[in-house]
């Protein structure tokens, strides 16, 4: 069984959890929320679910404090990967995920940006309709290939590239298309 962890603001994270959830039939979705930390009790084993998805936007390049919160909770987990939404500037928002996970013994094996629309009064307005439209469509072929990732369990590792990950070019490496990992 696949589970799908997300916290959505406006939408944009939930979307595409649920576009993601469409190529898992058989994954569970459960949304980060305050009290989903005091329900997951620690000693609660990961280890028999195939695969962990955490989808979230990013705040000021940074996932938001719950999904942080909840991570550093997170037990031992098998796959875990990392989708993240953002308007245009993700900065190292997956790096930052991995940092915390490693505090408990996780770590992402793939991680993904997905650029849409932004909510984000700071930032420029985003895009026309059209533009708007483009990018939709665009992030659900994305979420496709990163199903496809899931059931393969596609990890970053197995692509040597160990010191990119740590460097900071994680986003842009597991950013790959489908089946780019092997
Ligand atoms: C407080 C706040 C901070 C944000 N910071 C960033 C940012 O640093 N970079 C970025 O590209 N988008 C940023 N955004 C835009 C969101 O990441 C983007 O719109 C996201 O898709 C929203 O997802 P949601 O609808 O699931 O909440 C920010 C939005 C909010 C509300």
């Given at each position: ?31 980060i929320?305050k ?13 028999n679910?195939?695969?962990v ?30 989708v ?5 500037m993700?900065?190292?928002?997956l ?8 505090k408990?013994e ?9 650029p ?6 700071f ?16 992030a ?10 899931v ?17 900071g ?9 489908q089946?780019?990992?092997s």
């Amino acid at each position: 069984m696949h589970r799908i962890y997300y916290f959505s603001g406006t939408g944009n994270s939930l979307w595409v959890a649920d576009k993601i959830r469409e190529n898992l039939p058989d994954a569970e979705f459960i949304p980060i929320t305050k009290d989903l930390q005091i329900e997951l009790p620690e000693s609660e084993t990961l280890q028999n679910i195939e695969s962990v998805g955490l989808v979230f936007p990013v705040y000021m390049s940074k996932p938001p404090r719950l999904v942080l919160d909840f991570i550093r909770k997170m037990p031992k987990a098998k796959y875990i990967y990392a989708v993240a939404t953002c308007g245009m500037m993700p900065g190292k928002v997956l790096k930052t995920v991995n940092n915390q996970l490693r505090k408990t013994e996780n770590e992402l094996s793939a991680g993904y940006i997905i650029p849409l629309v932004t909510n984000f009064i700071f930032l420029p307005k985003t895009k026309s309709d059209k533009a708007i439209e483009k990018a939709f469509q665009k992030a659900e072929l994305k979420t496709q290939s990163i199903a496809e990732n899931v059931k393969n369990h596609f990890s970053i590792r197995q692509r040597n590239a160990e010191s990119l990950f740590r460097s900071g070019f994680f986003d842009l490496q597991s950013d790959l298309p489908q089946n780019s990992g092997s």
